[in-house]
């Protein structure tokens, strides 16, 4: 069964979407203009010494105005987390990247097989 969820717009008024399954809802949605519509997913913080150095999150923006742009994404942000390192800290750091990267790997996965249900959108 398709969800369907209408959001206010300061240009179009209210837009009704297609929510989907992985979606997390919009209670912190604020109202914009309607390209700017994101679906968003579960967020998930990398995390290094217990301080968050990566987000990612499924994502999409089924209004947009490039087509391309219309398909679920997973969106990756770089927080400003900087330190110095001392030898151990340092491949500390590396080896959590590796864990982190496994991670992405498996998020890249589970992207593929929504883009697989997409189709040709």
């Known amino acids: 069964m398709k ?3 209408i959001l206010p717009t300061t240009d179009h ?19 914009g203009y309607r ?12 995390t290094f010494d ?8 499924l994502s999409q923006y089924p209004e947009a105005t490039n087509p391309d742009q219309r398909r679920t994404g997973l969106y990756i942000e770089q ?12 491949r500390q750091f590396a080896a959590t990247l590796v864990t982190h ?11 593929a097989v929504i883009q697989a249900e997409e189709g040709g959108r």
């Open 35 to 46: 390209v700017d519509l994101t679906h968003s997913g579960t967020r998930h913080d990398l």
């Open 101 to 111: 990267a496994a991670y992405l790997r498996r998020l890249a996965d589970q992207l």
């Open 79 to 90: 927080v400003g987390y900087a330190s110095t390192f001392d030898p151990a800290e340092v």
């Open 13 to 31: 008024g209210p837009v009704t979407l297609t929510e989907p399954g992985w979606c997390t809802g919009h209670a912190d949605y604020i109202p």
């Open 50 to 57: 217990g301080l968050t150095i990566m987000d990612a999150m």
């Open 3 to 5: 969800r369907l969820v």
